[in-house]
């Protein structure tokens, strides 16, 4: 924060004078920092403001593209920023980190960090202020300081995309969608990874220990199917979608 020092002592330069000679007549003090430790002699008329200015980066919203883009010129360099958009994953939605979600304006989205679930749900309008960063990851994120819900909306729709799009990170981190051809599945313990289009295109979506497969379920290879997600790094040059649910 800044701050912010104004002082009027006397009614002029003049008065400064008559008060600090006045002062040093009379034997209190011996010097110009003496008299303004001992301002509570009354000497002199004395008016003191201070005014705490907010931090630069609270004073108004930035497009949530602009903080990636500058994310990503300066990668090993952290600064605050606000921004406001829509949820477009809720917190509890990824199981490798429950706490944090995602948020989208018109420009674009990104992945928000929390210490704690907040009360949110798809298509909440927030407003929220933090730190940009980009953690080892490789994917922009903001650590979350403050967050205020402004209202709710309508459940996110995602946009309809080429998939070659998704590929090379043009919607990165935003909700999306693609039309496939289904060609491999891989089902772990708490993770169904799916290959599109002969592995042009690789999704993924966590669940819970023990709960069956959705991908499976959802349709069988050779299918044409739409898959929807958030558009995650994979590696610096390539993206993946990482789906919030199956269909």
């Known amino acids: 924060c800044r701050l912010i020092f104004t002082s009027r002592l006397g009614r002029s330069s003049g008065s400064w004078k008559r008060c600090r000679s006045r002062t040093l007549d009379r034997g209190f003090l011996t010097d110009k920092s003496s008299v303004a430790a001992r301002l509570r002699l009354r000497m002199c008329p004395v008016w003191l403001v201070i005014l705490v200015a907010l931090p630069a980066w609270t ?41 944090d979600f995602y948020v989208q304006d018109e420009s674009g989205g990104i992945s928000v960090l929390s210490d704690s679930p907040l009360s949110l749900g798809l298509g909440d309008e927030i407003e929220l202020t933090g730190q940009a960063f980009m953690p080892r990851k490789m994917e922009p994120e903001i650590d979350l300081v403050e967050m205020t819900r402004t209202g709710g909306g309508p459940r996110p729709v995602p946009k309809l995309v080429p998939l070659n799009d998704v590929v090379g990170g043009a919607h990165a981190g935003q909700l999306v969608s693609v039309r496939a051809i289904l060609s491999g599945r891989r089902v772990g313990l708490t993770r169904d990874d799916i290959l599109l289009d002969g592995g042009k295109l690789e999704a993924f979506l966590r669940r819970p220990a023990g709960q069956p497969s959705i991908s499976e379920r959802a349709a069988p290879l050779g299918s044409e199917v739409q898959v929807a997600g958030i558009v995650v790094p994979l590696d610096p040059n390539h993206y993946r979608l990482q789906m919030r649910f199956a269909s």
Do not use: D, H, M, Y
């Not at 919203?61 to 990503?72: L, T």
């Open 59 to 99: 004073a108004e919203f930035e497009p949530i593209q602009s903080v990636r883009a500058w994310i990503a010129a300066n990668p090993a360099q952290t600064r605050g920023c606000r921004v406001r958009g829509v949820v477009i994953v809720r917190p509890g939605s990824l199981k490798s980190k429950s706490a």
